[in-house]
Nanobody, 115 residues
Framework: QVQLVESGGGLVQAGESLRLSCAVS????????VGWYRQAPGKQRELAAAITSSNRTNYRDSVKDRFTISRDNAKNTMYLLMNSLKPEDTAVYYC?????????WGQGTQVTVSS
């Protein structure tokens, strides 16, 4: 059974940094394309950043040069380093893993950025 568990969310002021972690159980991580999505109140869930099994990265324009996604296959863990946070980054952040035809989600972690 595949489970994703996020950690690292919290309340910060604008300009500060946070690092999110997502631990993935099950033997899929190294072969999975993984990513971080976020959902703000009243808005649709959107992709923030993704990294493939071959370490190619992709970022939405609004987080480029501020967010960095990474993965550690030895620890079955993915990370999202968020610098220069803005109030508009406030959302629930979900980690995601895509493997073969399956799509797995974490439970979400709240990130709140105050101005």
């Amino acid at each position: 059974q595949v489970q994703l568990v996020e950690s690292g969310g919290g309340l910060v002021q604008a300009g500060e940094s946070l690092r999110l972690s997502c631990a993935v159980s099950g033997r899929i991580f190294s072969a999975a394309d993984v990513g971080w999505y976020r959902q703000a109140p009243g808005k649709q869930r959107e992709l923030a950043a993704a990294i493939t099994s071959s370490n190619r990265t992709n970022y939405r324009d609004s987080v480029k040069d501020r967010f960095t996604i990474s993965r550690d296959n030895a620890k079955n863990t993915m990370y999202l380093l968020m610098n220069s946070l803005k109030p508009e980054d406030t959302a629930v952040y979900y980690c995601n893993a895509k493997w073969r035809f399956s799509n797995y989600w974490g439970q979400g972690t709240q990130v709140t950025v105050s101005s």
